[in-house]
């Protein structure tokens, strides 16, 4: 069976096409019922890939994992949140972890992964959500390569009083990170910039205290427990904004794929 899904673009106005596109289904139904071979394939998939991220949500090692923390993380966020999502693996992970149970409530970098728009979603989306005296959470996932684009607006979060909560995924780089005792043994050595591979990050940096320094509350997270009272603390406060900064394993990884090099990075 071909599995390749062919696409026809589709140019002119996106309301009319829209409505077109639903005349035809109303008139014509459904071309895939539930019971093709298609949808069964597709069913097998979908259970396959739950399987292997419940497994990897469930490991109990320490340092977590990016599947443990969204895992927890989606336990415990208000289903009327709007969560917004950027990083390499972090936002790419979340998309399949971080569930949205209502239309329009997600915000990420997009197809084009432009980086440093985070905290700038939120602000927008927290700042609406105030004029409109609404009571919805606005929820800002972030790489620590993705914070660090644009972490200062913590300070305009701050002075505005948007009780954004950031959870920051702290892995020490860009897709991969440095573990803190080899960067030491590094340091042994001699010049970083020799040794450190460029997309290393410095190990297990305070991104909490970026945003205690402005008068917001940062939590240190290193394990589920800790997680989710930081979580918890985080969204009942609506007087402040909040930052977690979440360590984990800095050679956690998506789970396996079948076309890598989709997903590959060049650095």
Known sequence: MN???????????????????????????????SNTEWWSSLKEKI???AKISKAL??????????????????????????????????????????NNYLPRHRLDAGTFGTMGVGPGFAIAAAALEKSR???RRVVCVEGDSAFGFSGMEV?????????????VVNNNGIYSGVDPEVWKEMTKMGDLT?????????????????MTAFGGRGFLVRTVEELQSALELSLSDWDRPSLLNVLIDPSSDRKQQDFPWLTRSNL
Not at 155 to 167: A, D, F, G, Q, S
């Open 133 to 135: 005296d609404k009571s």
């Open 57 to 98: 949500a469930l490991t109990t090692t320490l340092p977590m994992n990016y599947y443990t923390v969204f895992h927890h993380i989606s336990l415990q966020l208000p289903h009327d949140c709007i969560i917004v999502s950027e990083g390499a693996n972090t936002m790419d992970i979340g998309r399949t972890m971080l």
């Open 194 to 210: 020799s040794i450190a591979p460029p997309v290393s990050l410095l190990p297990e940096a305070r991104y909490d205290q970026v």
């Open 3 to 33: 599995n390749n899904v062919k696409s026809v673009a589709l140019l002119g106005d996106i309301g009319a096409i829209v409505t077109q596109l639903l005349t035809c289904v109303r008139e014509h139904g459904w071309k895939y019922p």
């Open 47 to 49: 259970a396959a890939n």
């Open 155 to 167: 300070e305009t979060m701050c002075r505005y009083n948007l009780p954004v909560v950031i959870i």
